[in-house]
């Protein structure tokens, strides 16, 4: 019989602390990408209109673009076998404004994104591609990086195309079509690659599903097998049109599992849908959530797209699927999470993952999620909660450590910004993206606090979630301890040592949390195994407030 061990302590810190409009009917009615329709240009104030609150940000913010035109629409990526490379892309317009003229820019970074690379453009690798759009980054297990992008051919037509770097990211040199060459508008595609450890016989298979505005209309999938070069005709992964934004993981043994959005003008929908054989066919979709369509008032559509990940760690919640979304049930848009358990046939309630007030009027949109090697949450939005307009935001990241059942939020802007577009041919954009690796987390979000109306920039904040987890004997406890941290009171930092005995003749499994008063979780400071030993770990409260804190120590 399997049983958890939690010992719980209580410690004491001592610190000082420190109306823009759209039509809901054009939601889900065109690619809105490169709708040059008649929508008008939207103005508004060029800085953070009204005070906020001065709140700690612990995580080093990094203007990765460094350029003075409009760069939106980011994605990232770790790469699978060399886990310090990490590749970021997203949509530029350093080559023309008005008229727009879209490329792909990107950077990358040999550290496990602490510091990037020059910012530059993909070249254009096919002269009947001369404009690229939409970039979503993934890796294979060979080292290879890929950029899933829409491409505008000469006559205007939106076509899918990938480009390959063989050395980390540093240059691309190879791209393949993928679909596209007739009258249908191929659109808002996402890419990922089968990562699983040994259990499926898909391994190292690309997948990218994406909307396709005209016939057979929907969300379509399509696959490779040899990394890029060849991809399988397409198969429908929705029931028809009226949908967008898909976002797709892979579950423990080569499951695809597909999200997207679709509705009505008040209401949105999420849907879902999995396929059991490597993509070769799909289920009838199934409506997993719905809500409220929210107003989001930083986005020139109004759309917000859901995204999904699995658990595929191994660990007691393995094969477990979390799907995040914005809807505005409680009357503004919040961030929602629901989890299976079963493959998705089954969902749990939607847990709301931001912490502020309920109902207060603050905007929160635009979630992304992913999941680690150890089966942690990370979930990245845009959040106004300490601003006065929610045309002001910022970039907030939740972070789970029990399968999504409760969240600590983290500020990452060091300052605000209010969202501005030059044209509705730029846009602002309609995502932002993250990936978690280990004890890293890589987050990438558009940003105005460069100044000017229009210089969107892309922001990433260095995420390093390593506790040292100081071995301080050799000698095996003969049971578990936790002892009072020292010292306590302790102003800003203090240490916390905790005893693992050797009951199982194996690596145990230990979480060590910190909880305020009320039992919210709000740091976790260790969460991998450990061999039998006395430990020692420092916890630095410097971001938080003085009072009474606990601390639990939990294993199996």
Known sequence: MKRTLTILVLLMVVTLATNISYSQNDRFAKPHDFDNGNRNTIKVPESPDGAYSVLPYPYINYNISRDSFPQ???SVKFNAKY?????????DFSTGV????RRIGYSYSTDGGTTWAASQLIPLLSPNHPR???PVVCSDTSGNFYVATVSITNSGALDLVVYKSVDGGATFTDYSFVQGGG??????????CDLTKGSSPYKNHLYISWTRFGTPAGILLTKSTNNGVNWSAPVQVSNGGGVQGSDLAIGPSGEVYAVWVGGT?????IYFNKSTNGGGTFAAATNIAQGNSPTISISSSGVTFPSIDCDISGGPRNGYL???????????PDIFLIRSSNGGNNWSAPVRVNNDGIGNGKLQCWPWISVNEQGNIAILFYDSRNTISNNATEAYLARSTDGGVTFVNERLSSTPFTAAWPNTDVRFGDYINVDYSGNRIATVWTDLR???NVNQEIYTAVIDLTTAVIPITSNVPEKYNLYQNYPNPFNPTTKIKFDIPNITNTSMYVTLKIYDITGREIAGLLNENLEAGTYEVTFDADNYTSGVYFYKLQSN
Do not use: F, H
């Open 450 to 452: 460069t100044g000017g």
């Open 98 to 101: 008005s008229p727009a003229v």
């Open 183 to 192: 009258a249908n508008d191929e659109d808002k595609e996402w890419m990922v």
């Open 265 to 269: 003008s008040t209401t949105d929908i």
């Open 132 to 134: 690229v759009s939409d």
């Open 83 to 91: 886990p310090n490379k990490v590749l970021a892309a997203w949509r």
């Open 322 to 332: 979390y799907t995040v979304w914005c809807d505005s049930r409680n009357g503004d």
């Open 72 to 74: 939106n629409e980011p």
